[in-house]
């Protein structure tokens, strides 16, 4: 029953994502079709409950990667949608309690990256509290696929910021195409 919910939930997502009312053929790239299958992939195991808020945010890195702020926009709203949809019947009373506290703050920082369109710096800065949200949400409850967590050294002054990552290259967000492959991986999430 959970899969044909969570299956239902990401094809109402993906039909809301084709007709954003752009008459624009945006081609697939190997990112998006990674997101795809571990979203499509769901099943009654641990982690499945966190597999379209996963999605939208690697949607997300995605497009910081390619200094997009528009589908960061997109993402950052399609995030918002996920973490509203995300059903805590399964979570025991402490994961309950932590999922809400991750959950105010990621949804406060997805609601600001997706009402900055053409603020992409902005963007970005909430891209890096909302990657330490998601990365205890992994934590918290698993992610049914195996995740990459980066480090970039440089940004912010050089205080750095974590990402999570479904592929292990370094793809990096917060520099993006200046400096696409600045950033080590640091851990490696199951």
């Given amino acids: 029953m959970k899969t044909l919910i969570y299956s239902s939930v990401f094809s109402l997502l993906f ?3 084709c007709s954003n009312g752009s008459n624009k053929t945006k081609s697939t790239t190997s990112e998006d079709a990674t997101v795809t299958t571990a979203v499509a992939s769901g099943s009654s195991e641990k982690g499945t409950s966190t597999a379209a808020v996963l999605a939208s945010y690697l949607k997300l890195k995605n497009a910081f990667t390619n200094d997009n702020d528009k589908d960061a926009a997109a993402a950052g709203n399609e995030m918002v949608t996920a973490f509203a949809s995300f059903d805590k019947k399964s979570l025991t009373p402490e994961q309950d309690k932590a999922y809400t506290d991750i959950y105010d703050d990621a949804k406060e920082h997805a609601e600001h990256i997706g009402a900055n369109v053409g603020n992409i710096a902005h963007q970005r800065e909430h891209f890096d509290m909302l990657s330490k949200d998601m990365y205890d949400l992994v934590k918290l409850l ?15 002054n050089n205080k750095g910021a974590i990402w999570l ?7 990096n967000p917060y520099l993006g195409k200046a400096m696409p492959t600045c950033g080590t991986v640091k851990e490696e999430l199951k």
């Fill in 142 to 156: 698993g992610a049914n696929q195996s995740l990459y967590v980066d480090h970039c050294p440089m940004y912010n």
């Fill in 165 to 171: 990552s479904e592929v292990k290259d370094i793809k």
């Fill in 15 to 17: 039909l809301a994502a």
